[in-house]
Nanobody, 115 residues
Framework: QVQLVESGGGLVQAGGSLRLSCAAS????????MAWYRQAPGKQRELVAA???????NYADTVKGRFTISRDNAKKMVYLQMNSLKPEDTGVYYC?????????WGQGTQVKVSS
């Protein structure tokens, strides 16, 4: 059974930093693509950052240069380091895994950036 558990969200002032973590179990982690999505109030869920099993990354234009996604295959963890946070980064952040046709989601962690 796949389980993705996010942590690290919270309230931060604009310009601050947060580090989100996602602990994975029940998946072949080292062969899975991992990603972070977010959903702001009243908006659709959007891709923030992704990392392939080989370590290649891509980012939404809105977070390039501020956010960094990384993974630790030994610990089955994926991280999102968020710097220079803006109020528009507010939302629920979800961890996502993809392995073939198997797509899984975590429950999400709330991030709120105050101005």
């Amino acid at each position: 059974q796949v389980q993705l558990v996010e942590s690290g969200g919270g309230l931060v002032q604009a310009g601050g930093s947060l580090r989100l973590s996602c602990a994975a179990s029940g998946i072949i982690f080292r062969f899975s693509a991992m990603a972070w999505y977010r959903q702001a109030p009243g908006k659709q869920r959007e891709l923030v950052a992704a990392i392939t099993s080989g370590g290649s990354t891509n980012y939404a234009d809105t977070v390039k240069g501020r956010f960094t996604i990384s993974r630790d295959n030994a610990k089955k963890m994926v991280y999102l380091q968020m710097n220079s946070l803006k109020p528009e980064d507010t939302g629920v952040y979800y961890c996502n895994s993809e392995f073939g046709s198997q797509v899984s989601w975590g429950q999400g962690t709330q991030v709120k950036v105050s101005s």
